[in-house]
């Protein structure tokens, strides 16, 4: 059985910095598509960062600079270093991995910039 787990959300103000982790059980990361995503409130959920099995990084415009996706091997978790939080970062984050057969998703992690 394959789950995912974010951890790392909470409440920041704005102009600071939060460090999302994915980790999996089931799955092994590093050889899989991993993607961010993120829904705020009455929006659409929304890609923000994606890294692939050959370590090829893309990244949605609105957070290109602010935001860097990364892997760490060793413990196959996927990160999403958030810097510069706006309000409009308010969201809840998910991760998210493409494998040839299924489209597997985390809980969530809630993500709340402050003013």
């Known amino acids: 059985q394959v789950q995912l787990v974010e951890s790392g959300g909470g409440l920041v103000q704005a102009g600071g910095s939060l460090r999302l982790s994915c980790a999996a059980s089931g799955i092994v990361l590093s050889r899989h598509p991993v993607n961010w995503y993120r829904q705020a409130p009455g929006k659409e959920r929304e890609r923000v960062a994606s890294t692939t099995s050959r370590g090829i990084i893309d990244y949605a415009g609105d957070v290109r600079g602010q935001f860097t996706i990364s892997r760490d091997i060793d413990s196959d978790t996927v990160s999403l270093q958030m810097n510069g939080l706006k309000l409009d970062d308010t969201a809840v984050y998910y991760c998210?991995?493409?494998?040839?057969?299924?489209?597997?998703w985390g809980q969530g992690t809630q993500v709340t910039v402050s003013s």
């Open positions: 998210n991995v493409n494998t040839y057969a299924d489209d597997y």
